[in-house]
């Protein structure tokens, strides 16, 4: 079964906005991270943003400032807002859901993010 799930992806041109959506199934969601990776061809994957069930946030410093991610409570989803987009972060966008306890990992199938300048 698929317990997690990343949408929101597209063509988007350079100085413009995207809002990535995570869901995940109910049963992996108590003591969890959730973070958003990216990976560009040629790449290794990297983390953008995670978000603790506590509401701490972890940005990397390529994103800082442009990128938010916040649960958004009527979908029940955890949101990458990307602002300010460049071509530099053209990339398949990820969702990772980590369980802290245990370390097991979930991923999204990602959704690609394309930046045209």
């Known amino acids: 079964q698929v317990q997690v799930v990343e949408s929101g992806g597209g063509l988007v041109q350079a100085g413009g906005s995207l809002r990535l959506s995570c869901s995940a199934s109910?049963?992996?969601?108590?003591?969890?991270?959730i973070a958003w990776y990216r990976q560009a061809p040629g790449k290794e994957r990297e983390l953008v943003a995670d978000?603790?069930?506590?509401?701490?946030?972890n940005y990397a410093d390529s994103v800082k400032g442009r990128f938010t991610i916040s649960r958004d409570n009527v979908k029940n989803t955890v949101d990458l807002q990307m602002n300010s987009l460049k071509p530099e972060d053209t990339a398949v966008y990820y969702c990772?859901?980590?369980?802290?306890?245990?370390?097991?990992?979930?991923w999204g199938q990602g959704t690609q993010v394309t930046v045209s300048s």
């Open positions: 990772n859901v980590r369980k802290i306890y245990t370390n097991i990992q979930y």
């Open positions: 109910r049963s992996i969601l108590s003591s969890v991270v």
């Open positions: 978000l603790s069930s506590s509401g701490m946030t």
